[in-house]
């Protein structure tokens, strides 16, 4: 125990000092310090005594040390008095938790979420530990609520890729460790995040899905129709605005087609909630088309879809944005490139070379190197997921970045132009540099498009009976999420609605107005003496007039 010198992977020794020691708990800490290593180390213990450079270095390096030391024992006599202080309040005893135990325990808490959503939590809370880690923190009362501001401020930096995390993900994260925290620290003890507010800087507004209007939903039925497979899928999405996930897993014992009757009965995979939906005319001719193929014992609606779900998520996204670049995309937008390509396996030491020599991240560098071996030995991206478990939209990140290093093609794609550009175009929102484009077309649009409709129009159903529908909790969340109309919807609504002074505009007031020959008849007759009036009248009522 004590200072320490280091190697890294290429063997040769990291240029600054270690520490380690043992902790009051018996537990084996190392730190890095800040004291770079000399220029020229000493080969022998002979050489150490007589190079004043080494010495001086050493010396600051041990004063550092002994400082880090003596704080990290007030640390701990401090969090030794904190959980003196929670067995007292909670009048049992506890023992303070260590952090690497926070992932497994994310896997054992109770609650209707989906099996999608403990995987996002799991995988939040694995990175703020390996954070805490890294920044010398093992147990959770050491996560201070300083302490919790800085992982907020650390998440304002760009990853390894390259990517910022807005203002709405950074709410999710806090959100996240914070319940994790909170559920493991005991009744009544606040988490240290509860108070940090995460404020949206600019260019981090939240970018929702948008919402199709009626001649949209038909242009895209009309496109998608002769998918067997997207088609159905469409459909239902639309008819019930149920999410992904629910649409692919219909199962035909939530199906009732009964005449007079139809109903579809489910409880979301998010939130647990049970909703029951009418099913729609067109719902029901996809759903009796499918009845009509319906294997023997088969459990699912739409059987390929559900095999998918489970086994190629991104598959499903990327058949839904082809559909909506087929339906909103110009023509010349979608050719194709003929490009010649070089196998990566052919070129590898020249790719590898560009990425060892690039400014970039050491743990990102790791990570396309990595990437770059698997696809060279004619893995695909699937398989690359499956064994490094990787989102593959992340994979073609990596892989691209690559390319773009070292000057060279080896991955089939289209030009700029192409079906990749268009799918960009057509279904995300362009976000401020340094941030991933969000989505605007995809499958949750639909649900978008659902609560849309549902809310607007001539004949708007109350927004109570729509959240009924879709599973929501609050109304607020339904309007601030999912209702997303466009101000041309409402054009004839509006006019409708307002005085003819704003609806018909200057130009018509300044026409000169058409009076017919009654409104003259009027006027004329209002001018006459009272006794004329009453001539004009007997005339009238007798006939004598011409």
Not at 126 to 147: C, Q
């Amino acid at each position: 125990m004590g200072l320490e010198i280091r190697k890294g992977r290429d063997g040769k020794p990291i240029n600054h000092w270690y520490g380690s020691y043992v902790d009051e708990n018996g537990r084996r800490r190392v730190i890095a310090l800040t004291e770079p290593l000399p220029f020229r180390l000493p080969s022998t213990p002979e050489e150490e005594a007589y190079n004043p450079e080494y010495i001086a270095s050493r010396t600051r390096a041990q004063s550092e040390f002994d400082g880090f030391k003596s704080q990290a024992r007030k640390k701990g006599r401090d969090n030794t008095l904190t959980q003196k202080l929670i067995e007292s309040k909670t009048r049992q005893s506890w023992k303070d938790p260590l952090l690497s135990e926070l992932p497994e325990f994310v896997k054992t808490m109770k609650g209707r979420r989906s099996p999608e959503w403990r995987k996002v939590q799991i995988r939040m809370v694995k990175r703020f530990v390996e954070w805490a880690h890294n920044e010398g923190k093992r147990t959770l009362l050491e996560i201070t609520p300083d302490v919790a501001e800085q992982y907020m401020e650390f998440l304002k930096e760009p990853g390894p890729d390259g990517y910022k995390k807005i203002a709405s993900t950074r709410r999710m994260i806090k959100s996240i460790v914070s319940m994790v925290i909170r559920k493991k620290l005991p009744s009544g003890i606040e988490s240290p995040f509860k108070h940090i507010r995460v404020e949206t800087e600019e260019g981090e507004e939240t970018q929702h899905r948008a919402a199709l209007n009626r001649d949209e939903v038909d242009r895209l039925l009309t496109i998608a129709e002769p998918d067997r497979f997207i088609y159905p899928l469409i459909v239902t999405a639309l008819c019930t605005g149920l999410r992904r996930g629910d649409v692919c897993r219909l199962k035909w014992k939530t199906v009732d087609l009964t005449s007079g009757g139809s109903k579809l009965t489910i409880k979301t995979s998010k939130t647990g909630a049970e909703v029951e939906l009418p099913i729609l005319p067109r719902l029901q001719e996809v759903l009796e088309a499918a009845l009509a193929e319906r294997r023997p014992g088969a459990v699912y609606v739409f059987p390929e879809a559900e095999h998918m779900i489970e086994n190629n998520p991104s598959g499903i996204s990327y058949r839904m944005k082809k559909t909506f670049i087929k339906a909103f995309a110009k023509p010349e937008e979608i050719t194709q490139d003929a490009t010649e390509i070089v196998p990566l396996k052919n070129v590898l030491p020249k790719v590898l070379e560009a990425v060892e020599c690039a400014d970039i991240t050491e743990s990102k560098r790791d990570k396309m190197i990595d990437l770059l071996k698997l696809y060279a030995s004619d893995k695909s991206y699937r398989d690359i997921q499956k064994e490094r478990d990787i989102h593959r939209g992340r994979i073609s990140e990596y892989l691209h970045e690559a390319e773009r290093l070292s000057e060279i093609r080896f991955i089939p794609e289209v030009k700029r132009g192409g079906v990749k550009q268009a799918v960009k175009e057509v279904t995300q929102h362009k976000k401020a540099d340094g941030m991933r484009d969000a989505s605007k077309y995809d499958f949750h649009a639909l649900r978008t498009t659902f609560v849309t409709l549902a809310l607007s129009g001539k004949n708007p159903m109350p927004v109570e009976k729509v959240i009924a529908l879709t599973g929501h909790r609050l109304v607020e969340t339904a309007m601030k999420f999912y209702f997303k109309p466009r101000g041309t919807d409402f054009r004839s609504d509006l006019e409708m609605a307002m005085p003819k002074t704003l609806t018909e505009g200057k130009g018509a007031l300044s026409q000169p107005r058409k009076v017919d020959r009654v409104e003259i008849l009027a006027e004329q007759f209002q001018s006459l003496s009272e006794s004329d009036r009453a001539k004009l009248a007997m005339l009238l009522m007798t006939g004598g007039g011409n």
